[in-house]
C-alpha cells in the first residue's frame, strides 16, 4: 500500500507575530514496516531559517523560524510512504508469560533491551500508580502470554471507555481520562501505556495516521482523515508489539507511523514560541489518499 499524506497546520492569532520559533515532528519514519519515500515542507510565511535535527528517539524534528510580521501561520507536510501490511498472525504465538518478560527487561542488555527499558518509567505525562496496576492485572493474570494479555487490556478499553472529544485537551492528565472513561485516542494510549508501566513492562506512545474510509455513495472528503495515537509494547526476541486501545486492532496497513516517545510531549506535531500574537486559533486537517495496492 501507498500513501500520500498530506497535513496542514493553520494559526490564526488575533494580534501579529513578530518572531515565530517552531518545531515539527510531520516526517515518518521508516522502519521494517514502512517506507518513507519523500517528504517536503511548506511553510508560510517563507522561514528565514530551516534545519532538520534527529531527536533521542531517531525522530526527524524541522526546527524553523518566522521574522516577518504575520496573523496567520501555515504548515503543511506532504509526504509519500509505502506501507507492508502486517497483523496479529505475526505475534510470536504464545509468546512468554509477561511475569518473565519483567523479570528479563533489567537484564536484556542487547541494543533493543537497552532502548526499551527506558519506556518501562514514568515520564511527563504518564504516572506509575497502583489504580493502574490493578486494572492491567485484570487482563496480566498469573503466567498469561504477554500478547495474549495486551490484546485483552487493548478490548477492554476499547469497550469500557467512551471516545469523546470534549471532555479532553491536550494536558489532560491519564489519571482523569481513566477516572472519567471518556477522551479520544491520545488519552487511550496514555491509559493504557500507564497500565502496561505500572506492571513494569515497557511500552511507548506512537503518533501516525489512520486512513478513514467515506461512507457508501458519498463523495470522499479531502481533509477529513486523522492524526492518530496507538501503543507499543517491547517483547525480548520479538521486538515491539503495536496495538490500538482506540479501535481494539493491531495497526495494519491502514496506519502510518509519525514518530515514537515516552508520551505525546515527546511527539507533538507542531509546537513552538511566538513573540506577539495574542490568542490564536488552530485548524488542522490530514488528508491521507491511497495512491497505489487499494
Not at 485548524?283 to 495512491?291: G, L, Q, R
Request: charged content about 25%; some cysteine; aromatic content about 10%.
Amino acid at each position: 500500500m501507498i500513501y500520500k499524506i498530506v497535513h496542514r497546520s493553520t494559526y490564526k492569532y488575533k494580534y501579529p507575530v513578530s518572531v515565530g520559533n517552531h518545531v515539527t515532528c510531520l516526517k515518518p519514519r521508516s522502519s521494517m514496516h514502512q517506507k518513507l519515500v519523500r517528504m517536503e515542507l511548506d511553510i508560510q510565511p517563507q522561514p528565514a531559517m530551516l534545519t532538520e535535527r534527529v531527536d533521542f528517539f531517531g525522530n526527524r524534528l524541522n526546527f524553523f523560524t518566522v521574522q516577518e510580521l504575520h496573523k496567520e501561520l501555515i504548515v503543511e507536510a506532504r509526504s509519500e510512504v509505502v506501507i507492508r501490511e502486517q497483523n496479529a498472525t505475526e505475534w510470536p504465538r504464545p509468546g512468554p508469560a509477561w511475569e518473565e518478560v519483567v523479570r528479563s527487561l533489567p537484564w536484556d542488555h542487547s541494543h533493543a533491551g537497552l532502548d526499551a527499558y527506558q519506556f518501562a518509567f514514568e515520564s511527563p505525562r504518564i504516572r506509575i500508580r497502583p489504580d493502574f496496576a490493578a486494572y492491567a492485572l485484570e487482563s496480566f493474570t498469573s503466567g498469561r502470554p504477554l500478547p495474549e494479555a495486551l490484546l485483552d487490556l487493548t478490548r477492554r478499553i476499547y469497550k469500557d471507555f467512551r471516545f469523546d472529544s470534549k471532555v479532553t485537551n491536550v494536558r489532560t492528565p491519564a489519571e482523569e481520562v481513566f477516572r472519567k472513561r471518556r477522551g479520544v485516542c491520545q488519552d487511550f494510549a496514555h491509559v493504557q501505556i500507564a497500565c502496561l508501566r505500572s506492571i513494569n513492562l515497557a511500552a511507548r506512545y506512537v503518533s501516525g495516521y489512520l486512513r478513514t474510509f467515506q461512507r457508501p455513495g458519498q463523495p470522499r472528503l479531502v481533509g477529513a482523515d486523522a492524526s492518530h495515537a496507538w501503543v507499543s509494547v517491547y517483547c525480548p526476541g520479538s521486538g515491539w508489539l503495536d496495538v490500538d486501545p482506540t479501535n481494539d486492532v493491531v495497526p495494519s496497513d491502514g496506519h502510518v507511523t509519525l514518530a515514537w516517545g515516552r508520551d505525546y510531549g515527546d511527539v507533538s506535531p507542531l509546537h513552538g514560541l511566538a513573540l506577539g500574537g495574542g490568542a490564536h486559533t488552530l485548524k488542522v486537517a490530514v488528508d491521507m489518499e491511497p495512491i497505489a495496492g487499494d
